[in-house]
């Protein structure tokens, strides 16, 4: 009998491993004819178009720089990942493609993140990096967007880190800007880990699971002390209540695999404990309010209503004391922080319908 079972648990292996085995080689297949797909359903097939992949020296270190657009007439957006380390650039199928008949738009893998991870020497790169060090790349790659596409303006759309660096950015040279928009503003770590906490607990709460509000509790700390090696923990539970996105699920981690956009060397770059490589940089220290309240260039403000990952209260209350020529803010609903792919809709239409004409009225 003892034999008997032990044949039937072999063959259930041998078929589980032939099932992982098919699944993989699948996968693989996939990875190697989606992207060509998608590449040649959504090429830049107009006259006036761009689709230029580059590589340029900023502040001493080669950075990746990627153009795409059907008519380079149309208002510049230069977007300023998120992270940090995270970038946008092999999410861009998921989300851009309408957008290329209304803007041109250029994405940047900053210092040691993404394809520019490869350019360099990480560890080199690693020396190099501060808040202060990206603002400045953000500054000359700014210039170089402008000179590749003739434009005496760009907009910024910075996200979530990003929008740390659009901020000083726009505040500090705002003469290059025809438009702020910012994705997910960050504002204040200090209003905002107290209000992201009460926020989790009190879904947990609403939920009803005692085991939940238990486990959340004993992370208070994260709210009050700023203890960094909760961070993870509580990204997790916001992502199950809906609040935040941890960038690592496997709808990101299958996005990224099939992007037309990157290599499979630049992908591995996902499967390094990449973060590892941006720990100087951090928003502990920054105050959208030491950047000032007033601004010369139009502000748009795109905020999902469920995100607690840089906290929707807090970004709405800063943005009304913000005094510019013109400003908007935009709640999208059925969101938390990653709008790009919860609400594209949404998003497409409010930087079309809403944003662009603002942008080409200043340009």
């Not at 006036?48 to 007439?73: C, H, K, P, S, W």
């Not at 990942?81 to 092999?90: E, I, R």
């Not at 906490?197 to 238990?214: D, K, M, P, T, Y």
């Amino acid at each position: 009998m003892k034999h008997k079972q032990l044949k039937v648990i072999k063959v259930i292996v041998v078929i589980l491993l032939t099932m992982l085995l098919i699944a993989s080689l699948l996968v693989a297949a996939l990875g190697l004819v989606y992207p060509a797909v998608l590449r040649a359903r959504h090429r830049i097939d107009t006259p006036n178009g761009i689709d230029r992949m580059e590589v340029v020296t900023i502040g001493g270190v080669d950075q990746a720089l990627y153009f795409r657009g059907q008519d380079v007439e149309n208002p510049v957006i230069l977007v300023i990942h998120g992270g940090p380390a995270y970038p946008t650039m092999p999410l861009l199928h998921t989300f851009q493609f309408p957008w290329e008949y209304y803007f041109t738009i250029v994405h940047w893998d900053q210092r040691n993140a993404g394809r520019t991870f490869f350019l360099n020497d990480p560890a080199e790169v690693f020396e190099t990096l501060s808040f202060e060090r990206i603002v400045q790349d953000a500054y000359e790659v700014t210039h170089h967007v402008r000179e590749v596409l003739g434009k005496d303006q760009i907009a910024i759309m910075g996200y979530s880190w990003g929008s740390a660096i659009g901020t000083a950015l726009v505040q500090t040279h705002p003469q290059y800007f025809n438009g702020y928009i910012a994705v997910g503003q960050t504002i204040d770590r200090n209003l905002a880990r107290p209000v992201a906490f009460s926020a989790l607990l009190q879904a947990a709460q609403e939920s009803g699971n005692s085991r939940h509000i238990a486990q959340i509790e004993a992370l208070e700390p994260w709210a009050i002390y700023f203890d960094n090696s909760l961070t993870g923990q509580i990204r997790q539970w916001q992502a199950r209540y809906g609040q935040a996105n941890t960038g690592s699920d496997l709808r990101s981690i299958l996005d990224i695999m099939m992007s037309p956009y990157y290599q499979f060397q630049h992908k591995t770059y996902f499967m390094r404990n990449f973060q590892r490589w941006s720990t100087p940089l951090t928003l502990r220290y920054f105050n959208a309010r030491d950047f000032g309240v007033e601004y010369s260039v139009p502000v748009f403000y795109i905020h999902g209503v469920r995100d607690f990952q840089t906290p929707y209260p807090v970004a709405r209350d800063f943005f009304d004391e913000i005094i510019a020529p013109h400003k908007a803010f935009f709640s999208i609903p059925d969101a938390s922080h990653d709008v790009f792919r919860e609400n594209n809709e949404e998003l497409t239409r409010v930087l079309i319908e809403e944003i662009r004409p603002t942008l080409v009225g200043t340009s």
